[in-house]
């Protein structure tokens, strides 16, 4: 199999794992990142779209069509933004991507980075979990041949891999060892990037036993 992929939040602690798997995988012929900003590296598989309106792809459906699977891995914390604000950027951004690309490509495979907690029912009082499972019931519910809710827990980053997110960086950076305690205690409630990168390509390739993926189902994919 030979599959072309879109990956975005590629410079972001997920998307970055994902697309060094990737990179790695001899099934995947063709990788496109969509950011606002370079990436550091090169790959005779990599291009770069630099994009910068994530509300609006209009103008971009010849580069967006022909492609097998896409990885939204783009997401940003809910602490300092209005509710306003991180619905926008949460739930706006994501869907207007994946409506073009459903439109350009109907027969791809669609997986989303949400996490631990998001709440399906969009009724809950936590705001982030709201805005999340609403996110993930409208991706489920575009038309997707298929599509796939990824939440994992904690994350353990691989490959040198940081967080962009200061808070998280210094707490990978200073409790690395809580989280690696709380995976050998418990080790389905942990994963780390190559895992869930990997678990991505095989459920393009394999298909999943669901649609909502939790760190235990994310395990076990990454390892067929």
Not at 50 to 71: M, P, Q
Not at 211 to 223: A, M, V
Request: hydrophobic share 40%; glycine share 10%.
């Amino acid at each position: 199999m030979s599959l072309k992929v879109i990956i975005t939040g590629a410079t972001g602690m997920v998307g970055k794992g994902v697309l060094l798997e990737c990179l790695d995988h001899p099934g995947i012929e063709k990788v496109l990142t969509i950011g606002r900003t370079e990436l550091d590296m090169s790959h005779p598989k990599l291009s770069e779209l630099i994009h910068k309106d994530f509300s609006d792809y209009s103008n971009l459906e010849a580069d967006l069509t022909g492609y097998d699977a896409c990885y939204l891995c783009m997401g940003v914390s809910a602490s300092g933004l209005s509710d306003e604000k991180y619905y926008e950027l949460t739930y706006g951004y994501t869907l207007a991507l994946a409506k073009v690309l459903y439109k350009l490509n109907p027969g791809m495979t669609c997986t989303y980075v949400s996490g631990e907690g998001t709440d399906s029912t969009e009724s809950g009082r936590s705001m982030w979990a709201r805005v999340k499972g609403k996110t993930e019931n409208d991706l489920l519910a575009v038309g997707f041949k298929k599509a796939f809710m990824f939440r994992p827990g904690a994350i353990i980053p691989l490959r040198g891999i940081k967080s962009k997110t200061k808070a998280y960086q210094f707490g990978y950076d200073y409790f690395m060892w809580l989280i690696k305690l709380i995976k050998w205690l418990a080790p389905n409630a942990v994963v780390n990037t190559t895992q869930i990168g990997l678990a991505m390509i095989h459920a393009t390739i394999e298909g999943a036993e669901k649609n909502i993926l939790r760190p235990k189902d994310i395990i076990k994919l990454s390892e067929i």
